[in-house]
């Protein structure tokens, strides 16, 4: 990828890796219907990412600024809602996808507020994309549990895909591309495990949640930081029920080997029910 950026100047077109970044989130979620977007930065890669967003059926958008202002004339044209930098943490809470591509010289999202995030937010997962130059996400942050997050550098090989049909007559630019395709279906292979990862985590929340709904009689009775650790007890076990499945099928894609383990897990599980 590294080889295409710098020998055919890919990296300043914005728009691919906007487009990228949309595509990877509708290829782990299928559909972006429903997914609270949260957008940091309110520039040309924003304003292209929104654009994208809702031309693929996104329809919750919220768009935070260190400028209250322009994140506000963003959010408006997209029909979306703005918050300054300050409501930062709150927003990345509520989020289901965050992408974010601001100009800043430090980090924007921490590794403390993902993880701060997590536990108000009982791990639900979190899809972070990063497409900042120099980044906006602690890279650190992708160590935690439930946390999905690619940069610049993975999304390069949906970029260099787009961009193989500008540079069919060059064979240097051919070769390149061939090179590049083949990692990038590699990447692709890498990929398989985490919508059935997302879905096996959206039904057992689903259990727990029903399940809490039938105790929910003598559970009002307890004081409120009672029923907190009732809740983060019930979450905390099938977070270790679900550890060594999660892991299994994570470490059989980075071996490429992940149909079978994600077939046998998708069918032991129910998970097309």
Sequence with gaps: AKRVRTETG???NPVSVSFAAVELAKKIFGSLAGKKILIIGAGEMAELTCMHLIGNGAEEITVANRSAAQAEMLAEKYHGRAV???ALDEALCDADIVISSTGATSYV?????????????????LFLVDIAMPRDIDPAADSLENVYLYNIDHL????DE???SRRRESLKAEQIVHEEVAQYFNWLKELEAVPTIVSLRTKAEGIVRMEMEKESG???SLESTDR???????NGIV???LHAPVTVMKEESAEFQSQDIVAAARQLFRLDD
Aim: a positive charge; proline letters at 0%; one cysteine or more.
């Design 10 to 12: 890919i990296a300043a």
């Design 84 to 86: 300054g930098l300050g």
């Design 109 to 125: 999202v921490t590794q403390d507020m993902v993880r701060s995030c997590l536990r108000k937010r009982k791990n639900r997962l």
């Design 156 to 159: 390069q090989d949906i970029v």
């Design 162 to 164: 787009n961009m193989k």
């Design 218 to 220: 003598w559970m009002e």
């Design 228 to 234: 907190e650790k009732v809740e983060a007890l019930v």
């Design 239 to 241: 977070n270790k029920i």
